[in-house]
């Protein structure tokens, strides 16, 4: 326990510039109980999901909304029923078991390479730059994960701690991933930073914790002038 309201919706890929097109006003008026997360990939070979979904790109939305379940019927319904889901999996679950639910998809001795972004609220032309590359995607375990900011992030004081951009509404993480026997590094080390590429203009900030060990020219990123002054002095 304890028991959340959660779970992702999924549509095809192609509906995807309409579908967070929506998801932008959507989370823009929702209330502090939703919290929510982008997908963009192939459908993984998952056993929550039927096979025919399998590998399939898809544009997929978790949710979480926290508060009694009639209350989170209503707030996450105007998201869940959009367009023409292929398969709602939204529910009462767990949180652990919601926190683990995909594990299996990055076990340890994988490979993996990231580059990582902070957003403001998501503008048009970076929503068809996410939706362009992540319909290029060759890997079935590569993928992009948006993850919804604001709310109690946001109440904090940007000095307050090292963490900053606290006023930034998303954070991307674009994922190149590949099993160890696939010979495919450069390929989907050369898609994740083509798509970085893509979004990098609307980048508004960092999270140091998300930079890969090509990016340590991208650390100032991470932080606000002044945070990253006062790190130096307390460092030194």
Known sequence: GPDV???PVIWPLEDAPDIMRFYRDFIAGASRGVSTSVILRKAPPAPFLPAELHRR????IAMQFLGEPAAAERALAPMRTF???LLDLVGPRQYL??????????PHGW????????????EDDAIDAMVDHSSRLRSPWSYMLMVQLGGAVSDVEPQATAYAHRDDAHNVNINAVWQPHEPVAEQETA??????????PYQRGAYVNFLDRD??????AAYDAETYARLARIKG
């Open 97 to 106: 078991g919601l926190q683990a639910s995909l594990d299996a998809m990055t």
């Open 83 to 85: 367009g023409k889901p």
């Open 191 to 200: 898609w994740a930073r083509s798509y970085f590429g893509a979004l990098e």
């Open 215 to 220: 990016d340590h020219d991208r650390v100032r």
């Open 5 to 7: 309201f959660a779970g």
């Open 57 to 60: 790109p898809v544009c997929m």
């Open 111 to 122: 490979n993996y390479y990231w580059k990582s972004l902070n957003l403001g609220p998501l």
